[in-house]
Structure formats: structure tokens, C-alpha cells
């Protein structure tokens, strides 16, 4: 928990100046893979709520990172996709991931890395599936 907390401190000050929280980067880096994407689409990725999804799309509009338009598949829906602006910040964000896993393994040898790597792997299924094996 303590290994996570600082990992998210240390991620919260490299996005603050770009104008980004912890978990806005998850949606610009999968924006910037996909092109675009509904809302429901990024609510099932992410594994949250639609509303959540429409506050944090909301947010990343109004800082001027992302842009909804009509979907020409389905007049209900929008299409969620990166500006210019969310795009370089997209880029910015792929840095800093970086650095933060350069920071994360520094120290370790390449095996200790590996393993640590495999073994939160392990950690985060079992508590994606909420069952020990």
C-alpha cells in the first residue's frame, strides 16, 4: 500500500504541470492509441461507471485535451477524441510513465526487476478477480 501511495504522489506531481490528475493520463494514453472512442468504450476499458467517464471526458474538454463529436455510427452517441493540445499531453504523460519506471527499478538488478514486475502481476489479478487461486 505504502509502494502505491508513493507511486501515485510521485505521478500526481510530474502530470500536475501538464493541467492533469492521476487517472486522466489512463484516458489520454488509451485515446491516443485508439483515435477515438464512445464513452461507453472508455467506461468498459477503464472499468468505471458511464458518469464517471462523462465527468472525466468533461474535464479533459474543458482543459482543451479532448473533444467530443457525433459518432456517424449511432446519432445517440459521441465519439471522444484527442485535440492537438491532449495529444502532446498524451506524449508528455508516455514520459513520464517512463521515468516512473525507471524510478520504480532503480536499484534492482534485472532479474530482482523482473521478478518484482511478475509478481505485482500476480498481486493485481488476484485482487482484480477477488478470489486466491
Same mark, same amino acid.
Given at each position: 500500500m505504502s509502494a502505491a501511495r508513493a507511486h501515485r504522489r510521485r505521478a500526481a506531481a %510530474? !502530470?500536475? #504541470? !501538464? @493541467?492533469?490528475?492521476?487517472?486522466q493520463e489512463l484516458l489520454l &494514453? +488509451?485515446? =491516443?492509441?485508439? @483515435? &477515438? %472512442? $464512445? /464513452?461507453? /468504450? !472508455? =467506461?468498459? +476499458?477503464? @472499468?468505471? *461507471?458511464? #458518469? $464517471? +467517464?462523462a465527468k472525466m471526458v468533461g474535464r479533459l474538454e474543458a482543459a482543451g485535451f479532448a473533444e467530443r $463529436?457525433?459518432?456517424?455510427?449511432?446519432?445517440? %452517441?459521441k465519439l471522444v477524441s484527442l485535440t492537438d493540445q491532449g495529444a502532446d499531453a498524451a506524449a508528455h504523460v508516455t514520459a513520464v510513465w517512463t *521515468?516512473? &519506471?525507471a524510478l520504480t527499478h532503480a536499484g534492482l538488478t534485472p532479474d530482482e526487476a523482473e /521478478?518484482? $514486475?511478475r509478481l505485482l502481476a500476480r498481486v493485481t489479478d488476484r485482487l482484480e478477480r477477488g478470489a486466491p487461486d
Open positions: %510530474a !502530470l500536475a #504541470p !501538464l @493541467g492533469l490528475h492521476p487517472g &494514453s +488509451i485515446l =491516443a492509441k485508439r @483515435g &477515438s %472512442a $464512445t /464513452q461507453v /468504450q !472508455l =467506461a468498459r +476499458i477503464l @472499468g468505471v *461507471e458511464p #458518469p $464517471t +467517464i $463529436t457525433p459518432d456517424p455510427r449511432d446519432a445517440r %452517441a *521515468e516512473l &519506471s /521478478q518484482l $514486475t
